[in-house]
């Protein structure tokens, strides 16, 4: 069994480079496929410097066609019995493939999620090697000491040399912050210890996730209509059909960001309507409900409230008499589904 590892990027070159790195120094090797979806950066350059180091393929589009087109390509390119979608903003472990690897091995037709951290000091930097920072940023990290911007970066010898030192730097999520940490925390509880739950694909990642090649292309891959959720949606569509979300357990990625706050699927709401055109079914109806639930000052009412997968397992089944309709309007920004 062999796995390659799909990679999306978009005007990211400098953090591709990191990425690119860690990939380079796995135990396990894998082929890569970097889908550039209409850079005007650097990229190409940073890809050409790994000819030779990897074994790569580059595939570059004139203009961007989304996150979900991307990584379609990509898993279209690969020449694995496994393929892994990461993001060009994002570090792997060096033992990443091989977790990912041993995982399938013992489950087939496993759709793997690994552990996703994230590495908030990179927020305010054009290039984490440097700690050259964005332009809107310049100020905030001139203004720093020497010695504060290279707490700041991230560097190709410490992936190489030090990679613990990074480690210790990371926080568990995505993104940083209470909300993201905790819907991680939620998550990961869920895939550990509710391996049986119908609703294990809400605990999809959108890097850091893996499935069997064949399988994946043959139910279509990602939806090219969705640039958020596509991966929820996906492993839904896939665990009908009779993979099974689990964990791989030390697979780790580390999210270098490069924004405040995170990608809230409770203010950007697009994806929801595709979703549930899809999947009419009270579990992604009740999605919504169970993020806002978990939220400070939550508007959901007490009785309505969905702390946990388990808890929107049951809660999808119907059976408590709550019209989820009105709970849904309570939330703002939250648009009504119909059906």
Same mark, same amino acid.
Not at 4 to 31: F, G, H, K, P, Y
Not at 73 to 82: C, H, K, L, T
């Given at each position: ?59 570059a ?37 091989e977790?990912?690897?041993?995982a ?19 927020r ?33 010898n ?12 990371a ?11 905790k ?44 640039h ?36 809230d ?8 309507r595709?979703?549930?055109a899809?999947? *009419? ?17 939550s ?20 059976l ?11 939330? *703002? ?7």
């Amino acid at each position: 069994m062999k796995c390659s590892v799909a990679i999306r990027s978009l005007n990211e070159a400098d953090r591709l480079r990191l990425t690119l790195t860690s990939l380079a120094c796995q135990s396990v090797m894998a082929d890569v496929v970097v889908v550039d979806d209409g850079s005007s950066d650097h990229t190409q350059s940073v890809v050409n410097e790994f000819q030779g180091r990897l074994p790569l393929q580059s595939i570059a589009h004139p203009k961007p066609q989304g996150r979900s087109a991307a990584s379609n390509v990509g898993a279209v390119a690969a020449r694995g019995d496994i393929v892994i979608f990461l993001d060009g903003d994002t570090l792997a472990h060096p033992r990443l493939v091989e977790h990912h690897l041993a995982a399938h091995r013992k489950q087939p037709g496993l759709l793997g999620r690994g552990e996703t951290h994230n590495l908030r000091c990179t927020r305010f930097l054009q290039d984490p090697e440097t700690a050259t920072p964005r332009p809107e940023e310049a100020g905030r990290v001139n203004a720093m000491s020497e010695g504060e911007k290279a707490r700041l970066k991230v560097t190709q010898n410490q992936i190489e040399q030090d990679f613990s030192s990074i480690e210790k730097r990371a926080a568990p999520g995505v993104y940083p912050g209470a909300g993201p940490r905790k819907l991680y925390e939620l998550e990961i509880d869920a895939l550990k210890n509710h391996r049986d739950s119908a609703v294990l694909w809400a605990a999809s990642s959108g890097a850091n996730f893996s499935a069997p090649r064949d399988t994946f292309l043959a139910a279509g891959g990602f939806d090219e209509d969705m640039h958020q959720n596509e991966h929820r949606e996906c492993a839904l569509r896939l665990c009908q059909e009779g993979a099974q979300m689990g964990l791989v357990e030390g697979a780790r990625t580390y999210h270098m960001t490069h924004q405040s706050g995170w990608r809230d699927p409770l203010t950007e709401v697009g994806w929801e309507r595709l979703f549930y055109a899809r999947h *009419p079914i009270l579990a992604v109806k009740l999605l919504c409900v169970f993020w806002a639930s978990i939220s400070d000052n939550s508007p959901v009412p007490p009785e309505a409230r969905i702390h946990s997968l388990p808890e929107l397992e049951d809660r999808a089944r119907g059976l408590d008499g709550i019209d989820y309709d009105a709970v849904r309007s309570a939330i *703002p920004g939250i648009p009504p589904l119909v059906g």
